[in-house]
């Protein structure tokens, strides 16, 4: 993704790489950041201090781990520089950390930061709401990669989050992750989530809305991880100099 995200940026006309980082010990530490993305040399190498990338940065997009996420908040805050937040697998303490980030700068935090994706999302509400949940089930599928950390994917929980909003439902209170053995009928209004893990899949995700005699399926595939840089990019462009707040896909895309 680092890499993607360096391609995306210096082709952006409207964009300028001001730095990219990696942990400390990366053999990537020095080498071009154009020539690490596919392309020209671009002047510029690779660092492993993050204190110096925000310095010099309007914004910043960190695709790294949540165990990083409150020092890359902490450094954003300290030079006012609005934060792209694209890492997955929060717990509380991760979403407190961004919550305190976004009482002092731009903060833009998804899942996915896909513009279909986005959408996706917004369709899954709007058709969760108009369905009854006595009469449709709900059922998200996911499938990604062997080398993904976490699951379900971030994504998942958010077209579930989605789903239960359109419900006007707490998705904790709806949500089945998991089922083995002898679980019994499926309980009216349920959420459940079912991942799948193997190959190189980039990610795929289905939302079916499934009742007796019919089932409709919103899926969105992705083939290349270039649209989440492409998605981010466009939320560090938009974000720039923005007041602080707590910003999602939905409001760079103005939905």
Same mark, same amino acid.
């Given at each position: 993704?680092?890499?993607?995200? $360096?391609?995306?940026? *210096?082709?952006?006309?409207?964009?300028? *790489?001001?730095?990219?980082?990696?942990?400390?010990?990366?053999?990537?530490?020095? @080498?071009?950041?154009?020539?690490?993305?596919?392309?020209?040399? &671009?002047?510029?190498?690779?660092?492993?201090?993050?204190?110096?990338?925000? +310095?010099?940065?309007? +914004?910043?997009?960190?695709?790294?781990?949540?165990?990083? !996420?409150?020092?890359?908040?902490?450094?954003?805050?300290?030079?006012?520089?609005?934060?792209?937040?694209?890492?997955?697998?929060?717990?509380?303490?991760?979403? &407190?950390?961004?919550?305190? +980030?976004?009482?002092?700068?731009? /903060?833009? @935090? +998804?899942?996915?930061?896909?513009?279909?994706?986005? $959408?996706?999302?917004?369709?899954?509400?709007? /058709? &969760?709401?108009? *369905?009854?949940?006595?009469?449709?089930?709900?059922?998200?599928?996911?499938?990604?990669?062997?080398?993904?950390?976490?699951?379900?994917?971030?994504?998942?929980?958010?077209? &579930?989050?989605?789903?239960?909003?359109?419900?006007?439902?707490?998705?904790?209170?709806?949500?089945?992750?998991?089922?083995?053995?002898?679980?019994?009928?499926?309980?009216?209004?349920?959420?459940?989530?079912?991942? *799948?893990?193997?190959?190189?899949?980039?990610?795929?995700?289905?939302?079916?809305?499934?009742?007796?005699?019919?089932?409709?399926?919103?899926?969105?595939?992705?083939?290349?991880?270039?649209?989440?840089?492409?998605?981010?990019?466009?939320?560090? !462009?938009?974000?720039?100099?923005?007041?602080?707040? $707590?910003?999602?896909?939905?409001?760079?895309?103005?939905?």
């Amino acid at each position: 993704m680092g890499r993607m995200l $360096l391609k995306e940026t *210096l082709s952006q006309a409207e964009a300028t *790489l001001a730095g990219g980082s990696a942990r400390p010990g990366s053999d990537i530490v020095g @080498q071009d950041l154009g020539v690490l993305a596919g392309l020209k040399t &671009a002047g510029i190498t690779a660092t492993d201090a993050a204190d110096a990338l925000f +310095a010099a940065s309007d +914004a910043v997009i960190d695709f790294t781990r949540t165990e990083l !996420l409150a020092h890359h908040a902490e450094l954003a805050m300290r030079h006012s520089t609005a934060l792209i937040v694209g890492t997955t697998g929060f717990d509380d303490a991760a979403r &407190a950390v961004i919550d305190q +980030a976004a009482a002092k700068i731009p /903060v833009v @935090q +998804a899942a996915n930061m896909s513009v279909g994706v986005t $959408l996706l999302g917004q369709l899954v509400r709007q /058709v &969760a709401a108009k *369905l009854d949940a006595g009469i449709f089930d709900i059922e998200i599928v996911e499938m990604h990669h062997r080398h993904k950390i976490d699951a379900p994917s971030g994504t998942a929980l958010a077209l &579930a989050q989605a789903a239960a909003e359109g419900r006007q439902v707490t998705l904790d209170d709806v949500a089945r992750k998991t089922r083995d053995g002898q679980i019994g009928p499926r309980p009216k209004g349920e959420i459940g989530i079912s991942t *799948l893990r193997g190959g190189d899949v980039v990610g795929d995700h289905t939302v079916i809305f499934a009742s007796e005699g019919e089932r409709i399926e919103l899926t969105h595939k992705a083939s290349s991880r270039q649209i989440f840089a492409r998605g981010a990019v466009r939320a560090a !462009l938009w974000a720039a100099g923005r007041k602080p707040g $707590l910003y999602s896909m939905l409001d760079v895309l103005g939905l």
